[in-house]
């Protein structure tokens, strides 16, 4: 038999393993996976990246400096069931390699649902100081992309300048600012190939804004001689509008 | 040596291991950063109503002492080459912590380009200087001391200084776990007191508290600063408003964005390239930082040159609209024609601005010099 200090000290040293025991991390879910979704811009069929002058569908040339939107939330669809990833992001192109990862139970998706906007829930009527700062909601967070608690916030901004002629100085301003809870959109996009989530292992699809569509769809058309100018703060007709062009202004890709 | 103390000294061993294996994962470990402190006193700071958290970086806690540090260094005058000038030379409480002339004028004479910056609310702030140029308030704080034009002490002697003096010799040794002073630590304790300049009880803050009333034309002036700009008939949303909560939105009561705007002051940038000197994009030639409303009132002159002395010239270069450039900002989308607002409704925009004034935090005890 071992001494009385040896069994004290054993007996610790179970009381201590088991106490730490508790701050040990929680141990990895196995059956889940990520998917990486990377969002890139493009202008019809070439890849865009702000600051550039390009040309819009009335020949007026245009520069983007500011593309920021809110995508909330995302979701994917395994077997007719929507299974919900990422709740709110604010995608900024200014910004390099821009992307929305969402955990998911390992699967085989064929689509994903996201909203272009806030949902109402979120958008009104909730101080953005109850958020951490690092949250795409918060004071710092949202900066810029907020108007008032009664309004919510900016779901896109689609700033730049363009001119009547090209050739000249790009002196007159776009400004899109499209917000309020009617002018909250969804966009489906079934995916070209199955997206197969493994667990514990990343898949990367692509999300690719044509920006020229913002101004430009099969249904309507945005002259910017006319309305280049919406900060839709009570909801005009051409917030929703651009909206609604935006819809189908997507591509998603299964790498 | 038996089989029993062999025993023994196994366990011995192995406890000391799991128990210095387990304090690695408790998350509240006394002293875990390079200035840790035991001796000073955690200082919490009070978040006001209705505002953000305030990010407090982790190698820089506040503590009583190291607030307390800050205040006697903010206000020390042998931190300029020639003894003259603290940093509350330039940032004088009365005017919100900014200088009420355009330029600050240096030890030597000489003078900057740029108007000093107001010190309210500062914590929340996400970057520093007019043109963005530091990430971190102690970073910014780093500048002054030793720049030219300024306080002009290189930091060697500064801290040379500051170690001759058996008083902050002791303060830093509470505020910081020993007596080292590096400028480093100056600039933290520092940035400590400039952390606690929190101003939340202008009498906008006791309105939306619920403790007093705005005056009509306060009132009025509110709607305006709330609404879009431009006629209804030609602009879509437009509401003959302001359009002032754009930038200097009330998102967190902190009356700016912090982002960089070209508010359409010049049209041509050779004078001052704004952001775009940080940045080197062309596209941000003549942004500049927007600067909180509170206390505007008190902390004239306005813009980063100091060009308008009151908030009637400030209100009508935005009333008559500035002047077009290739990076005006979206939001200065009337330069062709500005805002049109009555003079009524300008002072009333202008009445609801003085709500804004804080005399509590310009006059508050804690923030005054010490020495």
Avoid at chain 1, 175 to 180: I, L, N, P, R
Avoid at chain 1, 213 to 233: R, S, W
Avoid at chain 2, 287 to 299: D, V
């Amino acid at each position: 038999m071992q001494s009385p200090s040896s069994l004290f000290v054993f007996g610790l040293l179970v009381l201590v393993l088991t106490g730490c025991d508790r701050c040990n991390p929680e141990p990895p879910e196995t059956l889940l996976g990520t998917a990486r979704m990377n969002l890139e811009l493009a202008w019809g069929d070439e890849p865009y990246a702000l600051e550039q002058v390009v040309t819009d569908h009335n020949g007026y040339p245009v520069r983007l400096d500011n593309l920021q939107l809110y995508l909330a939330p995302v979701a994917f669809r395994i077997d007719g069931e929507w299974f919900e990833g990422a709740d709110v992001s604010l995608i900024d192109f200014s910004v390099h390699a821009q992307h929305i990862e969402s955990t998911l139970n390992a699967g085989t998706y064929d689509a994903v649902r996201f909203g272009m906007g806030l949902p109402p829930e979120i958008n009104t009527d909730i101080d953005p100081a109850s958020y951490p700062n690092s949250h795409p909601l918060s004071v710092i967070g949202s900066a810029g992309m907020f108007w008032t608690w009664a309004s919510g916030y900016i779901f896109v901004k689609y700033e730049g300048k363009f001119a009547l002629e090209s050739g000249t100085q790009l002196l007159d301003p776009v400004s899109y600012h499209c917000g309020t809870d009617a002018s909250y959109r969804t966009v489906t996009l079934e995916f070209p190939e199955p997206l197969v989530i493994a667990s514990e292992t990343t898949s990367t699809l692509t999300l690719t804004l044509d920006a020229a569509k913002a101004l430009n769809g099969t249904d309507d058309a945005i002259d910017l001689a006319v309305d280049p100018v919406t900060h839709n703060a009570q909801g005009d007709s051409l917030g929703g509008r651009m909206m609604d062009l935006l819809v189908d202004a997507w591509q998603i890709n299964v790498q | 040596m038996t089989k029993g103390m062999r025993t023994r000294i196994g366990l011995y061993t192995l406890a000391l291991f799991v128990l210095t294996g387990c304090e690695r994962c408790q998350g509240d470990l006394p002293c875990d950063t390079p200035d840790c402190a035991p001796a000073a006193t955690p200082y919490t700071l009070e978040i006001p109503p209705f505002f953000p958290p305030m990010d407090i970086p982790e190698d820089n806690p506040l503590t009583v002492e190291g607030i307390e540090l800050g205040r006697m260094l903010f206000w020390e005058k042998e931190l300029s080459a020639d003894g003259s000038m603290s940093c509350g030379s330039c940032h004088l409480p009365s005017a919100g912590f900014s200088d009420p002339n355009p330029y600050s004028t240096g030890i030597t004479g000489a003078q900057g380009f740029r108007n000093a910056m107001a010190i309210i609310n500062i914590g929340w702030s996400p970057s520093f200087f007019w043109d963005g140029r530091a990430l971190t308030l102690e970073e910014q704080i780093l500048e002054p001391v030793s720049h030219p034009d300024e306080m002009a002490l290189p930091w060697s002697e500064a801290v040379e200084r500051l170690q001759n003096s058996e008083d902050y010799a002791a303060r830093f040794a509470v505020a910081f776990g020993d007596e080292t002073i590096t400028p480093e630590r100056t600039t933290k304790a520092i940035a400590q007191f400039v952390r606690t300049l929190v101003s939340a009880d202008s009498k906008f803050d006791r309105w939306r508290r619920g403790e007093t009333f705005l005056t009509d034309a306060e009132f009025a002036g509110y709607e305006i600063f709330l609404r879009e700009g431009g006629d209804p008939e030609t602009t879509p949303g437009g509401e003959f408003g302001g359009d002032c909560f754009h930038c200097h939105g009330e998102a967190g009561l902190q009356f700016s964005d912090y982002l960089f705007r070209n508010n359409g002051l010049d049209s041509t940038f050779a004078a001052d390239a704004g952001h775009a000197g940080v940045t080197g994009n062309p596209l941000d030639s003549g942004k500049f930082k927007t600067p909180t409303l509170r206390n505007i009132a008190l902390s004239g002159p306005y813009m980063h040159d100091g060009r308008f002395q009151t908030l009637e010239e400030v209100v009508e270069h935005y009333n008559s609209g500035g002047v077009p450039s290739t990076t005006v900002d979206p939001f200065m989308k009337y330069t062709t024609g500005g805002l049109q607002l009555s003079a009524v409704q300008q002072a009333q925009l202008i009445a609801f601005l003085h709500t804004l004034t804080d005399t509590s935090f310009t006059s508050n005890p804690a923030f005054q010099d010490p020495h």
